[in-house]
């Protein structure tokens, strides 16, 4: 697995404590001595242009997790937006049908209350009449007490 070079016929081992070919053992040095970090030993470790790749690789794998979460989230909100306009909607649909129904009820009562007018004649008039001031009245003494105690 792990093999040390040596250097044109250089041992591994110098005199000088330095290994083969006047570098370290990590490839850090080259000929003349300057750092290149793409130069290493078999297995001996990874070039910093190895090392920035492997961290931007492991931020871009957290940021897609953290996206793909996102997603989920905003998935899961879409569906509950739908549902709940699928019930709104239905509920709009019934209050339309109620209010229609509330229509042709009314209708109906101010149909029959106009008939009762036409053959009843004067004494029904009076009872209507009177019928609608004590609504009147009995309205007007709501909202005056209904001032006076909640001042």
């Not at 239905?90 to 049908?97: H, K």
Request: with cysteine.
């Amino acid at each position: 697995m792990h093999q040390r070079r040596t250097g044109r016929g250089v041992s591994s081992h110098s005199s000088n404590g330095q290994h083969g070919e006047g570098g370290n053992m990590y490839g850090g040095r080259g000929n003349n001595g300057s750092y290149n970090p793409g130069r290493l030993e078999a297995g001996g470790g990874m070039s910093s242009s190895e090392m920035n790749a492997g961290i931007m690789e492991q931020q871009n794998n957290d940021r897609i997790s953290e996206l793909s979460e996102h997603v989920a989230r905003l998935k899961g909100l879409t569906v509950e937006i739908g549902n709940e306009v699928k019930e709104q909607n239905s509920l709009l649909d019934n209050m339309g049908d109620n209010f229609g129904n509330v229509g042709d009820m009314l209708a109906g009562s101010l149909k029959r209350i106009g008939t009762m007018l036409e053959r009843g004649g004067a004494k029904h008039m009076c009872y209507m009449i009177g019928f609608v001031v004590f609504v009147m009245v009995f309205l007007y003494w709501i909202m005056a007490y209904k001032g006076q105690s909640g001042a």
